[in-house]
């Protein structure tokens, strides 16, 4: 059993049983989508994101170990380790407990408590803290030697030394601790003659808040305006805390003489102000903001999840449209597979228009490629071009629809998008990448660095390794929840199948081109590198349609083909009978197939995957239309009701696209007649909904919105 299962259980309040398993699992090389999806009876039935809490958890108890490791090495070579420290040390799982114990044993840098206790110091601050000498001044003159060279110089090298056991006294520190939990307030001023340049924090110029109740949001706006020069920020308790009191009663003893005394509260409350508040300050400054960051990456990773499980067209024949003005609008067409069949430029708009010529140029592409659907970018002239393409009339029935253009110009300028498309530009590969958004958002959007996409908040501010790995597993969990389909999935794609990785993606890539399409899941055991545990990892999430076993194109893991055969035999059918025959399905009693390995939660996801292999768990994709009276901010008025696009959630609310340049403002406080905390309860990225107009900032090109009522 792993070391840290029972530390795990409790920080989680998930069950030790659950938590050995999957660390045993992770240990043994399965990944988080294979662990959630096919080993349901070891874990309990845990998912996808409780088993990476675990695993991150585990991470911080090994690095802590290690911590601890080097700290009881550091004091055992000082000669200083007790035995009951080192129980203290073995003891504690909190690192801000453990790095208190080892701050009076931490190797200092030139401090002034060091330098004192260099002159001969020590014994005299020893004295004090004694706090029994009456004449103190008198006792101190027997230290005047060498750099000491008056009383109170060596008073006040003494207090240097009091002053910092002040601040490396655990109960001190956690006292402090306390007062600024409770107590603890975030102050911003604007920093003077820069109030022109940071209007866009003008509601942070002289702002304060308890620290407890500052949303994550809030703070990380906060920290920007101070990286960027135009904020003083700080962390503090109210002025009237007695946190100065509170301390003294650890340091000052009731039979004290009064001479002692008195430099005894001088040290403690040069202590508090000079090392042990501005500490405290810092690792509260870094908890807040540490919080903020996790809070903001969790959001722009559910952003992100709901993002690449949009609603796919699907396999159609797709023309793509990059918009814009001045240098045409590139065209593409796409066969169903999403390849290139043609592209050209057209010209509806000034300052070249030519409206006839453009016109019968999509029409005649329309009809050559028996165009379904039409993707128009939605960035510059996306609005007018969508306005063009609607007044046109085709041979067949063509819907046309809005498609996000954020991150197609990362990709099209990326290493991949040469590979893809040596012979094309930028503008023939910006708009190859709209049309495939349509048909398949997930395979395109895989393609672009997350946080290029557009649904973060405050993303450039965040640990940005915390950020990368929240983003990649998302990523992972959302291309296997929907599974590929081996024969037609790019390198890009396969790289996140559980159990694969680049070059093992590559290879299914080269084999499929040499020998051509895979026709059974076990021919994927002939490819280079795929051993035993890689296929057993990635099986599951390979399709492979139109295969002679129907289970090779479902989420139906082979090592579970044997007990499907089994049920098909007991009711004397074959297994594509069991699949397409639904009464033939009821007649099975699941609990006869329960054993050891399998259990109910298998047996009910093999049942309901015989129902409809390899179904796709995103939902069906719906047309839309923006307002066409509305083409800029202009055009709005306060009482407006629009047809809107959720775009980006944040903790404060939704950003919502009206097809105009500027986004509109949803506050958490306007979603709903009901009051509501997280805006995920109201809405989804890409949701169609309908908005009011309150209020338009112009000035700002800030637009305020709500949905109280529609």
């Not at 600024?180 to 110029?205: C, H, L, N, P, S």
Request: hydrophobic share 40%.
């Amino acid at each position: 059993m792993n070391i840290f299962s029972s530390l795990i259980s409790g920080a989680l309040q998930i069950a030790e049983r659950q938590v050995s398993s999957v660390l045993k699992l992770l240990e043994e090389g399965a990944t988080i989508p294979f662990i959630s999806r096919y080993r349901k009876e070891a874990t309990g039935g845990l998912d996808e994101v409780a088993i990476e809490q675990i695993s991150l958890q585990n991470e911080r108890f090994t690095e802590l170990q290690k911590r601890k490791d080097t700290i009881l090495s550091t004091i055992t070579e000082q000669g200083k380790l007790t035995t009951e420290l080192a129980q203290r040390i073995a003891d504690t799982w909190q690192s801000t407990e453990l790095e208190d114990l080892y701050l009076p044993y931490k190797p200092k840098r030139r401090t002034r408590a060091e330098v004192a206790r260099q002159r001969g110091l020590e014994p005299l601050a020893n004295i004090l803290q004694a706090q029994r000498e009456m004449d103190i001044e008198k006792r101190a003159q027997q230290f005047l030697k060498g750099d000491v060279a008056s009383v109170e110089e060596a008073l006040q090298g003494a207090r240097d030394i009091v002053a910092e056991r002040v601040s490396e006294y655990e109960g001190a520190r956690n006292t402090v601790r306390r007062t600024f939990e409770r107590e603890g307030v975030i102050t911003a001023k604007v920093i003077k003659g820069k109030e022109e340049a940071a209007a866009k924090y003008a509601d942070y110029f002289d702002f304060s808040e308890p620290l407890r109740r500052c949303s994550s949001h809030r703070l990380l706006a906060l920290r920007r305006g101070e990286e960027e020069g135009f904020l003083r920020v700080s962390i503090s308790p109210a002025e009237d805390t007695p946190c100065m009191e509170r301390l003294t009663q650890f340091f000052l003893r009731r039979e004290a003489s009064k001479a002692c005394a008195q430099q005894i509260q001088i040290a403690v409350q040069d202590g508090y102000k000079r090392l042990l508040k501005p500490s405290i300050e810092s690792e509260f400054a870094a908890l807040s903001c540490e919080k903020a960051e996790v809070e903001a990456v969790r959001v722009f990773a559910e952003n992100l999840k709901q993002l690449l499980l949009a609603a796919p067209l699907g396999q159609k024949r797709v023309m793509g449209i990059d918009p814009g003005f001045r240098t045409g609008c590139k065209v593409v067409c796409l066969d169903a597979q999403g390849v290139l069949l043609f592209n050209k430029a057209i010209f509806p708009h000034p300052p070249k228009s030519d409206l006839v010529g453009a016109g019968q140029s999509l029409q005649q592409l329309v009809t050559r490629y028996e165009v379904e659907a039409i993707a128009i970018g939605n960035g510059t002239a996306g609005r007018e071009t969508e306005s063009f393409v609607s007044s046109l009339h085709f041979d067949r029935e063509v819907t046309v629809f809005m498609v996000s253009e954020n991150g197609a110009s990362v990709y099209s300028a990326s290493k991949l998008a040469r590979e893809e498309f040596p012979d094309q530009d930028v503008t023939v590969r910006g708009a190859v990448s709209i049309a495939r958004r349509l048909m398949d958002p997930l395979a395109e959007l895989v393609k672009i660095d997350p946080k290029s996409i557009g649904v973060g908040q405050y993303q450039h501010d965040v640990n940005q390794m915390l950020l990368k790995r929240s983003l990649d597993q998302t990523v992972i969990n959302c291309v296997n929840a929907v599974g590929v389909n081996v024969n037609t999935a790019s390198q890009h794609l396969l790289i996140y199948i559980s159990g694969l990785g680049p070059q093992l993606a590559q290879n299914i890539v080269d084999y499929r081109a040499q020998k051509g399409p895979f026709k059974a899941r076990k021919d994927l055991l002939a490819v280079p590198r795929m051993g035993a545990k890689a296929f057993e990892q990635s099986a599951g999430f390979l399709r492979i349609a139109g295969a002679k076993n129907p289970l090779d194109n479902s989420s139906v893991h082979p090592e579970r083909y044997a007990l499907v055969e089994r049920m098909a035999r007991d009711l004397g059918c074959s297994v594509s009978t069991l699949v397409s025959d639904g009464k033939m399905r009821e007649k099975l009693d699941v609990k006869k197939y329960v054993s050891a390995e399998v259990g109910l939660p298998t047996l009910t996801d093999i049942l309901k995957e015989l129902e409809k292999p390899g179904r796709d768990p995103r939902q069906a994709l719906e047309a839309f239309s923006f307002d066409p009276t509305v083409r800029s901010i202009d055009d709005l008025r306060e009482g407006m009701e629009l047809p809107a696009v959720i775009i980006n959630i944040t903790n404060f609310g939704a950003f919502a696209d009206l097809g105009i340049h500027e986004s509109g403002l949803i506050h958490v406080s306007q979603m709903a007649d009901r009051f509501i905390t997280n805006p995920a309860e109201v809405v989804s990225i890409h949701q169609h909904v309908r908005v009011k107009v309150l209020e338009i900032d112009r000035k700002r090109n800030r637009i305020a919105l709500t949905m109280k009522g529609l």
